[in-house]
């Protein structure tokens, strides 16, 4: 555990290699040499000692001239030793749903603390709703938000869920804590979904994305403590939580809880669902399930981060096609549901792309940009006749 830790704290993985023998082996070299008659060069180039010393040499050198190629393969997380191992394991394949299903031991699960992530909320529930998925749904919500200022929305918001959209009520204590930064500070309650043992899986959506079909058949991949995809837009390997397929339990439920207690600034949702699963997750494929509307900007002609450019060209119209679930997640440009200036919507809109050889202006990206952001606005308004506007 102490070396684990040390390990991980390295800011550079060479500069304190543990391949570096240097200590042990010129100690032991210098000892013997003072027992016995000085050795001739020859003898010294030809000893076994030496040899080790120069291949070892070599290696570390090697090391050294290819720190980048070697940092990118991450040998430390891919031995276990800092990081989620099961990053490094092939995505699953996506089963087809059986003919027989006992649908109520499967759930989506929405949390809302907010009345403008209940507002999101609804928006899965009634594409969930719309594309006819089996499953049940259940919202997660603290009691407190009945009893706030905007308590008649969130009243008329929720019997609408009930209502419209056949989705289950589950009252909880919001996990809220101080010591951390404000916008992340109630992550945490998504990890609640660890506590409803009703079901036997559950498939958690961040609110703040657009559903394009029904994710029922993730329910019949094989047992896992929980599936999630690569945050494959980060440089260092960890895993996503913005969906997540998992398996409710007391045991890992009481876990849960307790790295909650502890977490202080830095640690999230995300990072608890890294340290605690790491190296028993299994990887959902995040190109049809995790894309995030960022990727439609980068900067990166291949897109190498999302997808391997040696069996698959960059085409957005069939990134588009392929997707099920895509995040908003363009920061520091506001979620899609906030006001937007006109400098602010000019700085983030991914530009058209022109090809050298014909000269042809491909604006397929830009456009599915911008068409993701204004389907989500006009899909979230939500009017009530006594309220008028509630979203
Ligand atoms: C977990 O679920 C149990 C049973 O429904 C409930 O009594 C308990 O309060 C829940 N814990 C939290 C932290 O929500």
Same mark, same amino acid.
């Given at each position: 555990?102490? +070396?684990?830790?040390?390990?991980?704290?390295?800011?550079?993985?060479?500069?304190?290699?543990?391949?570096?023998?240097?200590?042990? %082996?010129?100690?032991?070299?210098?000892?013997?040499?003072?027992?016995?008659?000085?050795?001739?060069?020859?003898?010294?180039?030809?000893?076994?000692?030496?040899?080790?010393?120069?291949?070892?040499?070599?290696?570390?050198?090697?090391?050294?001239?290819?720190?980048?190629?070697?940092?990118?393969?991450?040998?430390?997380?891919?031995?276990?030793?800092?990081?989620? /191992?099961?990053?490094? *394991?092939?995505?699953?394949?996506?089963?087809? %749903?059986?003919?027989?299903?006992?649908?109520?031991?499967?759930?989506? *699960?929405?949390?809302?603390?907010?009345?403008?992530?209940?507002?999101?909320?609804?928006?899965?529930?009634?594409?969930?709703?719309?594309?006819?998925?089996?499953?049940?749904?259940?919202?997660?919500?603290? &009691?407190?938000?009945?009893?706030?200022?905007?308590?008649?929305?969130?009243?008329?918001?929720?019997?609408?869920?009930?209502?419209?959209?056949?989705?289950?009520?589950?009252?909880? /204590?919001?996990?809220? /804590?101080?010591?951390?930064?404000?916008?992340?500070?109630?992550?945490?309650?998504?990890?609640?979904?660890?506590?409803?043992?009703?079901? *036997?899986?559950?498939?958690?959506?961040?609110?703040?994305?657009?559903?394009?079909?029904?994710?029922?058949?993730?329910?019949?991949?094989?047992?896992?403590?929980?599936?999630?995809?690569?945050?494959?837009? $980060?440089?260092?390997?960890?895993? &996503?939580?913005?969906?997540? $397929?998992?398996?409710?339990?007391?045991?890992?439920?009481?876990?849960?809880?307790?790295?909650?207690?502890?977490?202080?600034?830095?640690?999230?949702?995300?990072?608890?669902?890294?340290?605690?699963?790491?190296?028993?997750?299994?990887?959902?494929?995040?190109?049809?399930?995790?894309?995030?509307?960022?990727?439609?900007?980068?900067?990166?002609?291949?897109?190498?981060?999302?997808?391997?450019?040696?069996?698959?060209?960059?085409?957005?119209?069939?990134?588009? /096609?392929?997707?099920?679930?895509?995040?908003?997640?363009?920061?520091?440009?506001?979620?899609?549901?906030?006001?937007?200036?006109?400098?602010?919507?000019?700085?983030?809109?991914?530009?058209?792309?022109?090809?050298?050889?014909?000269?042809?202006?491909?604006?397929?990206? +830009?456009?599915?940009?911008?068409?993701?952001?204004?389907?989500?606005?006009?899909?979230?308004?939500?009017? &009530?006749?006594?309220?008028?506007?509630?979203?």
């Amino acid at each position: 555990m102490a +070396r684990h830790r040390r390990l991980s704290d390295l800011p550079e993985f060479l500069q304190s290699s543990p391949f570096l023998p240097v200590g042990n %082996i010129s100690d032991s070299f210098t000892t013997t040499q003072a027992s016995q008659p000085k050795p001739t060069l020859a003898q010294i180039i030809r000893s076994k000692r030496f040899r080790t010393i120069i291949t070892l040499a070599i290696f570390v050198l090697t090391l050294l001239i290819l720190p980048s190629k070697l940092q990118a393969y991450h040998p430390l997380t891919r031995l276990g030793l800092s990081g989620p /191992k099961c990053y490094f *394991s092939p995505p699953i394949t996506i089963p087809e %749903i059986p003919e027989e299903v006992d649908w109520t031991e499967f759930a989506y *699960s929405q949390y809302a603390t907010t009345t403008d992530y209940l507002c999101n909320s609804l928006m899965i529930f009634e594409t969930l709703h719309r594309l006819g998925s089996k499953a049940d749904r259940i919202l997660l919500y603290p &009691s407190t938000l009945l009893t706030s200022t905007e308590n008649s929305i969130v009243g008329y918001l929720l019997d609408k869920a009930q209502a419209e959209f056949n989705v289950k009520l589950i009252s909880i /204590k919001e996990q809220r /804590k101080s010591n951390v930064i404000k916008i992340w500070a109630s992550s945490y309650t998504k990890l609640l979904a660890f506590n409803q043992t009703q079901y *036997s899986r559950i498939i958690h959506l961040d609110s703040d994305s657009t559903l394009l079909s029904s994710l029922d058949e993730l329910f019949f991949l094989p047992p896992a403590p929980i599936v999630v995809p690569k945050a494959y837009w $980060l440089p260092t390997p960890k895993l &996503s939580s913005h969906i997540m $397929l998992l398996t409710p339990s007391p045991k890992t439920f009481a876990k849960i809880q307790e790295e909650i207690e502890k977490a202080t600034k830095g640690i999230y949702d995300m990072e608890i669902i890294n340290s605690l699963f790491g190296s028993t997750c299994s990887i959902l494929p995040h190109q049809a399930y995790a894309l995030l509307t960022g990727e439609f900007r980068s900067p990166d002609p291949e897109h190498k981060a999302f997808l391997d450019p040696s069996t698959m060209k960059w085409d957005p119209d069939r990134v588009m /096609k392929e997707a099920t679930f895509v995040h908003f997640s363009d920061y520091p440009f506001p979620k899609p549901w906030q006001e937007t200036s006109a400098e602010e919507q000019e700085w983030a809109v991914p530009e058209c792309v022109v090809d050298d050889q014909e000269g042809n202006v491909d604006c397929r990206a +830009r456009n599915i940009w911008i068409a993701l952001y204004k389907d989500f606005k006009a899909r979230r308004k939500v009017y &009530s006749p006594v309220l008028s506007v509630v979203c």
